[in-house]
């Protein structure tokens, strides 16, 4: 038997009142939402708890506008169940910057190298420039774009990005 | 995506059983299971997460062999010291593979398991007819666009390309893929379409993926991946080839070879024939250009994937003449 997760109850007559009370550690702040187990982190995030700095862009794994961390690790928002983060340590763009409102390395870097032009995809480069320094694959441009290449910016701001990138992984160092 | 439930399977008999029960899923990285949910391809009714059971995630690799648990992550498989050591082309193919968010979250069982990118395939709204997906519905495929699909291994009822560039390297280097009990050579792991192109692999309802093994060799030690495709990065391949070398002492005269390819067959394609041709020969260009031919033996061409044909013998002589310093 497959013991249902200790939240869950099961569907009432053919009608999916499948609600679940789901427990999110986001940016360092307990959260519960009530959602069905089809929710995803993303739309967790963004629909649930009003914290829309995470941006659906394919929905699909595609894009990475959706990129948040995992536990430190970068991972995408909309292929991961809001269920599956449970006890797990969920960072997003809100929670990057210090408590006085400094801005983290990177963000400054992306204002300085202005990499960005409708600013759509810049949550999610800078979670995952964040993730790609910390992981230790800022070492060359090349490298960088490698890294980097989960990130879709359809404005073509790729070489500021770069730019910004190697500047926060120097500034880090 | 359809409502589901979720649970999590507390054992690895628990994730067993649950293979046995209609509409239930197990969910791993969840990378391709949530992306085809949403594609409305796979509507579980139960999902099942197996992330969270212990000892599945081992990661050991030396030149004696190498066993990879089947919750192990990509990206921990592709950064292993001792798997870049000793098979240098497995930790190549992982991070040649998706991109760094989906390589932390996805898992070399669920790995195996992708589905192919036919698009016919992923959109079954558009596309109600495929053999794949609605088995004796025909194929949208036949005749539409192509670019993608397999010149190797196909059948009438489906033309679609294995996808997956990990398996591709297992299938050349005589990997198994362990079922609990059940041991099964990565070759035999993927199925050739022929009339039931909707079944992929062998394995049975109670059965899960609990491991990965490769035995050790000169060749997996001197190895390596090329991946080819339409752009430099984060892109499946067009074509791609896993090659292994071992030479005799005198440096120059081929004792071993392992050649398979990927992304333009049905399965993870080994290539017996370039591999026979080549063994006992000396390494040189000419020899190793004419023998990589061998690699489309029997090729069949539908439309737009015709440039397959050229292309992937190219890779293949690319990935030897490599890996004997002539390239
Ligand atoms: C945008 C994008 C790009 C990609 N590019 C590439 C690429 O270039 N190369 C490449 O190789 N792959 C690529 N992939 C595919 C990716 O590698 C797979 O989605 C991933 O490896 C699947 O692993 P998972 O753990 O997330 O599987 P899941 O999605 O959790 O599971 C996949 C399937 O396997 C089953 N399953 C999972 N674990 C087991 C087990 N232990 N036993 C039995 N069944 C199991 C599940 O029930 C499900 O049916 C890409 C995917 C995306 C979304
Ligand atoms: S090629 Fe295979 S997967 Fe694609 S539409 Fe035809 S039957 Fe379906």
Redo the contacts with the bound molecule.
């Keep these: 038997m497959v013991t249902p997760h200790p939240n869950h109850k099961p569907p009432e007559h053919g009608i999916h009142l499948m609600t679940d009370t789901i427990k999110l550690d986001i940016n360092g702040k307990a959260f519960t939402l009530a959602a069905e187990p089809r929710v995803t982190l993303l739309d967790a995030l963004r629909e649930h708890l009003g914290l829309t700095g995470t941006k659906k862009g394919c929905d699909?794994?595609?894009c990475g506008a959706c990129t948040v961390h995992l536990d430190g690790e970068r991972v995408l928002a909309c292929?991961t169940l809001a269920a599956q983060a449970e006890g797990k340590a969920v960072t997003t763009i809100e929670g990057l910057a210090g408590e006085d409102g400094t801005l983290h390395a990177v963000q400054a870097a992306f204002l300085e190298h202005d990499a960005f032009q409708c600013g759509y995809c810049t949550p999610g480069q800078i979670m995952s420039a964040v993730a790609c320094i910390r992981e230790g694959h800022a070492g060359s441009d090349a490298e960088i774009r490698e890294y980097m290449s989960g990130n879709l910016c359809r404005c073509g701001a790729y070489p500021h990005i770069v730019a910004a990138v190697r500047q926060a992984a120097e500034a880090v160092r | 995506m359809k409502p589901f439930t979720y649970s999590r399977a507390a054992s690895l008999d628990e994730s067993r059983t649950a293979?046995t029960v209609a509409g239930a899923?197990?969910?791993?990285?969840?990378?391709?299971?949530?992306?085809l949910a949403k594609c409305g391809v796979?509507e579980p009714e139960q999902v099942v997460d197996?992330t969270r059971l212990d000892g599945l995630d081992t990661i050991q690799a030396s030149s004696e062999g190498a066993r990879f648990g089947?919750?192990a992550r990509?990206s921990r498989v592709a950064a292993h010291a001792d798997v870049l050591a000793n098979f240098p082309a497995v930790a190549q193919s992982l991070s040649?593979?998706?991109?760094a968010q989906?390589r932390n979250?996805?898992?070399l069982?669920?790995?195996l398991?992708?589905r192919t990118r036919c698009g016919y395939f992923r959109d079954p709204r558009a596309f109600p007819n495929c053999n794949k997906r609605n088995p004796g519905s025909g194929c949208a495929a036949l005749g539409g666009v192509t670019r993608n699909h397999a010149v190797l291994g196909t059948s009438e009822a489906c033309i679609a390309s294995y996808?997956?560039?990990?398996a591709t390297v297992l299938v050349a280097f005589d990997a198994v893929v362990h079922l609990g009990e059940r041991a099964v050579p990565a070759d035999d792991f993927f199925l050739l379409p022929g009339d039931t192109p909707d079944v992929e692999h062998p394995?049975q309802p109670g059965e899960?993926?609990?491991a990965i093994s490769i035995p050790g060799s000169a060749a997996a030690k001197r190895s390596t991946y090329l991946k080819v495709r339409d752009r430099q990065s984060?892109?499946?391949?067009a074509a791609s080839a896993a090659v292994g070398l071992e030479l005799e002492a005198d440096g120059r005269t081929i004792r071993d070879l392992r050649v398979a390819l990927g992304g333009v067959a049905s399965k993870p394609w080994r290539s017996r024939a370039v591999e026979a041709e080549l063994i006992g020969k000396s390494l040189t260009e000419e020899a190793v250009c004419a023998a990589s031919w061998r690699a489309v033996d029997g090729a069949v061409p539908h439309g737009d994937n015709a440039y397959k044909i050229e292309l992937a013998p190219r890779v293949v002589a690319r990935a030897i003449l490599s890996l004997g310093g002539l390239a």
């Design positions: 699909q794994g595609q292929l | 293979t899923a197990l969910l791993a990285g969840g990378t391709s299971l949530l992306d796979t197996i089947a919750l990509m040649l593979a998706a991109s989906l979250m996805a898992t069982g669920g790995n398991m992708q996808p997956g560039d990990l394995i899960v993926i609990t984060y892109e499946f391949a």
